[in-house]
């Protein structure tokens, strides 16, 4: 049975002090959610002061992105080693905005997954397709590329290691969502991609997150599709009411 999982990605906001007190509010109305995995991603300023206040918690820490490298001269970078040892649980890799601002590429990301799993952490791997190419008929071999780039290399037991978050560029933080069908069409795709290169059974253990604009008003369609399984969040994790009404309607479901 696959876990739902929903992750808070809280970007670039909030000071430490206020990232302190989301993490409370969120630990306080997460306290009865037993079926779903919840994290929060706050930023690498942030995370050791939230890693206090989610310890003993059901409310995992993330953290937004990672270097492949154990050390080094990597200026403004952060190491797999540091955020282990922290208590981070989840590493958000390959993100749209990582991949279009700042040189994010299939091979680093292949890196980067590498590396968090060699640390027994789990990578969430985000693909998705811009709107251009989605209108140019381009989907399936944009994921194809993106999906097979992350995997590569790896045995089918780190697969079952991993979170893939398929986020449709054209929906993240404009307020435009896929409807549930188109959603789950991508998401089905994403699976069958994942049974070519390690079988179904393999395929139908790997959560797939949806992250693009989810949000309490449609949440509870979205996750009720057979191949969605949790999400990835912007906007509405960042206050601790519209978070919890995204991971209310993971509660009772299974995969």
Request: hydrophobic share 45%; aromatic share 6%.
């Amino acid at each position: 049975m696959r876990k739902i999982v929903i992750a808070g990605n809280w970007k670039m906001n909030k000071t430490v002090a206020e990232s302190v007190k989301l993490a409370g509010e969120l630990v306080a109305a997460a306290k009865g959610i037993r079926q779903v995995v919840v994290a929060i991603a706050p930023t690498y300023l942030a995370l050791a002061k939230v890693a206090e206040v989610v310890q003993g918690s059901n409310v995992k820490l993330a953290a937004q992105d990672v270097h492949w490298e154990n050390q080094g001269a990597f200026t403004g970078k952060v190491s797999a080693d540091m955020l282990k040892e922290i208590g981070v649980d989840y590493v958000i890799i390959g993100h749209s905005e990582q991949r279009s601002y700042f040189g994010e590429t299939d091979a680093t990301v292949n890196k980067k997954v590498r590396k968090v799993l060699s640390l027994a952490m789990t990578p969430i791997i985000c693909i998705g397709e811009t709107l251009a190419e989605r209108k140019e008929g381009r989907l399936e071999s944009v994921l194809t590329t993106q999906v097979n780039g992350a995997y590569a290399g790896l045995s089918a037991d780190e697969a079952l290691s991993t979170v893939i978050a398929y986020e449709p560029v054209w929906a993240i933080g404009t307020g435009v969502t896929a409807t549930d069908d188109e959603a789950q069409e991508a998401h089905a795709f994403v699976r069958s991609l994942l049974a070519k290169l390690y079988g179904d059974s393999v395929a139908q253990s790997i959560s797939i997150q949806y992250g693009g604009s989810m949000k309490p008003e449609n949440a509870a369609g979205l996750l009720a599709q057979k191949d969605i399984d949790g999400g990835l969040i912007g906007g509405a994790a960042l206050k601790a009411d519209s978070f919890l009404g995204i991971i209310t309607p993971g509660e009772g479901l299974s995969k």
